[in-house]
């Protein structure tokens, strides 16, 4: 059976409260839909974005004391200079954002090699 959606949401959009509420209670009778089955809709929802995270984001917490370690190991992730890969390990922040599990992890393990603190988001 062929329809015409825009129509229809037309004709829904005139509607008052009164009679979209008849008109639901109407549906739900014919259907047999009962709120149980319209609660278990978001439930679902949920389990999708309980999903394992594929992207993270490399956050450096904390340079620690060999500062000069992790400077090296941040211009060699990042691809910065000298001096921009020396303000990001005194004031820390997001190194690379959008980064596949494993190389993302691959890089904590460096950072935290060289002494820093560093966090997956």
């Known amino acids: 059976m062929a329809y015409d959606k825009?129509?229809?949401i037309d004709q829904l959009s005139q509607l008052t409260i009164m009679e979209l509420a008849d008109l639901i209670d109407g549906i739900k009778e014919q259907w047999g839909v009962t709120a149980a089955v319209a609660v278990a809709?978001?439930?679902a929802g949920g389990a999708v974005a309980?999903?394992?995270?594929?992207?993270f984001d490399v956050v450096l917490v904390d340079a620690g004391a060999s500062k000069i370690n992790v400077i090296?190991?941040?211009?060699?992730?990042?691809?910065?200079?000298?001096?921009e890969a020396?303000?990001?390990?005194e004031k820390g922040g997001v190194l690379k954002e959008g980064v596949a599990k494993d190389e993302a992890e691959k890089m904590k393990a460096?950072?935290?090699?060289?002494?820093?603190?560093?966090?997956l988001k």
């Open 6 to 8: 825009q129509a229809l």
């Open 41 to 43: 809709g978001p439930a």
């Open 50 to 55: 309980a999903e394992e995270k594929t992207e």
């Open 72 to 83: 090296k190991e941040i211009r060699g992730i990042t691809g910065l200079g000298l001096k």
């Open 86 to 89: 020396k303000d990001m390990s």
């Open 110 to 119: 460096q950072l935290e090699a060289a002494g820093a603190k560093v966090e």
